[in-house]
């Protein structure tokens, strides 16, 4: 009876603890991370996703943020790496796909890092309104949190960021915690000529050459207010924006019958970077929400990460061309049947 029991019990603990235990997240597992085919899974995350997102932020493919998750915006960058490589058109890592990428780099992908006081240094705001019309009355649009700042920081989100440290709040400079190892700011070379492909909602950067330099996903246009067509021009670059909004845009949701301005920040709302295109009202620029990139829709302008806005602003100058390709309908079509697709698994 007792030989029952014990039995009982433990298939009670293998029933509880699921098909297989989480693979863990600390810095070895991720680092030496060896590739298998992995299923999709709802919300996991993956020693091996999370190395993959690391080296094409690297090689300046970007995953947009670094959460571990084979998102939508994962499968673009592994796809745009592949195309790029000679590989087969495919946004499924294989092994062919994960020995390209890791020998574009040998390095640890995570590491060891000690919180600075600039990090945990506000202020910070308490919190940020929902309504454009309210945010006008904030002395800045700071990050919320020192958390918020460091995920940014190191082009993750912030749920990937407490996973990796789970007893960590964040607050005193000193604490050693486990942070991604990204990428060089700088792209390895200077902007010639920008596309941006509406129908798969990406960005791509080409030199002179015509070869590409970097892939961005981004978020283009809505059905409300489309992202222009044909070939625009870059007029400006501004850090830091201060953001100046016009009744005449009609944005939907805002009720303002006067201009207002919202003052600079992370969250304002086009982010750390404004890049000034040749139509009035019509930018590149970054975002308060890297998780809502390419997931979302835009007021016609051409949204990214704000860490991917500033990789772009650095390597562009005035005057190079703007080319808008493809069809948002395509997007937004693909994006439903995507949502389909997940409902009938």
Not at 9 to 18: D, F, H, P, Q, T
Not at 82 to 103: F, M, R
Not at 160 to 166: C, K, T
Not at 222 to 235: I, R
Request: charged letters at 25%; glycine letters at 6%; one cysteine or more.
């Amino acid at each position: 009876m007792r030989l029952r029991c014990c039995i009982a019990k433990l298939v009670a603990l293998v029933l509880l603890a699921g098909p297989a235990a989480a693979a863990p997240l600390d810095i070895q597992a991720i680092n030496d991370a060896q590739w298998r085919a992995e299923k999709t899974s709802k919300g996991g995350v993956s020693p091996i996703v999370i190395r993959a997102q690391v080296l094409l932020d690297r090689a300046h493919f970007s995953p947009g943020e670094i959460d571990g998750k084979q998102g939508d915006n994962f499968k673009k960058a592994v796809r745009a790496f592949a195309i790029d490589q000679g590989l087969p058109s495919t946004d499924v890592l294989t092994e062919e796909l994960w020995q390209k990428l890791n020998s574009t780099s040998g390095d640890g992908v995570v590491k060891e890092y000690s919180i600075t006081d600039d990090d945990v240094r506000g202020p910070f705001a308490t919190r940020i309104p929902a309504r454009m019309e309210d945010m006008q009355h904030l002395p800045t649009l700071a990050y919320t949190s020192a958390r918020e700042k460091i995920a940014e920081k190191f082009h993750m989100s912030q749920e990937l960021l407490s996973a990796l440290n789970p007893r960590q709040k964040f607050e005193k400079a000193g604490d050693k915690i486990v942070v991604t190892d990204i990428a060089a700011a700088d792209l390895p070379g200077k902007a010639a000529r920008i596309e941006i492909d509406k129908s798969i909602q990406m960005l791509r950067v080409f030199d002179r050459d015509q070869r590409i330099l970097a892939v961005y996903p981004v978020t283009a246009g809505s059905a409300e207010k489309p992202a222009p067509t044909g070939t625009l021009k870059v007029t400006s670059v501004a850090r830091n924006p201060t953001y100046h909004y016009k009744p005449a845009y009609e944005f939907k949701g805002v009720r303002a019958s006067k201009p207002f301005t919202i003052k600079p920040g992370p969250n304002n709302p086009v982010g750390v970077v404004w890049i000034g295109l040749s139509r009035e009202g019509y930018g590149i620029h970054g975002t308060p929400d890297p998780s809502k990139v390419s997931k979302t829709e835009s007021h016609g302008c051409i949204r990214l990460t704000n860490w991917d806005a500033l990789q772009l602003a650095a390597a562009v100058t005035k005057g190079i061309p703007v080319d808008f390709i493809g069809d948002e309908q395509a997007a937004r079509d693909a994006k439903a049947e995507a949502i389909k697709d997940r409902k009938r698994r």
